[in-house]
């Protein structure tokens, strides 16, 4: 079955460090790849999208994503984490026979500290 | 321009009632999406519209429904309600899958 995998659960950082948070996913085929990220009681933000071509996708707020074919997966990086990084971030993929169904990872919770 | 609106921001309704939450998307947008959020389902798929047609359907019971109209808004609505469905229920519109989907601030529904 098709799935997307966030292994942490919850990550700390202090402000000014560097992050990386873990995606791995299972399709058949390469998906179309994600990364969102929601604030307390609000909707998800799109921070990136990978589709195909350039491996390391830039997106809003600083992120950065790489896509590793040899490992399914696609890690969100961000060399300097900024107080306001505090929320939950979400990977999710789509493959293009049901490009509009998108399956989420179960989320990371960032903390910053001060 | 404006993002995807969803009213209301919050319902409470009690056992056995039905509901039906409303999506305005994003201007030109003809995709609408519906996800369910759960802690403990995490976030799920319902289903989706283009041009007024359901084009692809989670794994949800019956009781959830959709549907689009001719401007690209959409409406769901749960029938019979139950403790379980008490979620953030998210829209989400796309011009085309290469876009990304924008999401809604979502409607938050309590049952009791």
């Known amino acids: 079955a098709q799935s997307v995998t966030q292994p942490d659960i919850h990550i700390t950082v202090s402000e000014g460090a560097s992050l990386e948070l873990r995606c791995n996913y299972s399709?058949?085929?390469?998906?179309?790849l994600f990364w969102y990220v929601q604030s307390p009681g609000q909707g998800l933000q799109l921070l990136l999208k990978y589709f195909s071509g350039d491996t390391l996708v830039q997106g809003i707020k600083g992120f950065e994503a790489e896509f590793k074919r040899s490992q399914s997966s696609f890690n969100l990086r961000k060399p300097s984490v900024h107080w306001s990084d505090a929320a939950e971030y979400f990977c999710?993929?789509?493959?293009?026979?049901?490009?509009?169904?998108?399956?989420f990872g179960t989320g990371t919770r960032l903390q910053v500290t001060l | 321009k404006a993002g995807v609106t969803q009213t209301p921001r919050y319902l409470i309704k009690t056992r056995g009632q039905q509901v039906t939450l409303s999506c305005s998307p994003i201007s030109g947008h003809r995709s609408v999406s519906w996800y369910q959020q759960t802690p403990g389902q995490g976030l799920q798929f319902l289903f989706e519209y283009f041009s007024e047609t359901q084009r692809n359907k989670g794994n949800f019971p019956g009781r959830f429904s959709g549907r689009q109209f001719s401007n690209s808004r959409s409406e769901m609505n749960v029938s019979t309600l139950e403790l379980g469905d008490s979620a953030l229920y998210l829209c989400a519109s796309s011009f085309g899958t290469a876009y990304g989907y924008t999401f809604g601030s979502g409607t938050r529904l309590t049952v009791v």
């Open positions: 399709y058949g085929a390469t998906p179309y």
């Open positions: 999710a993929a789509t493959n293009t026979g049901t490009a509009s169904k998108l399956t």
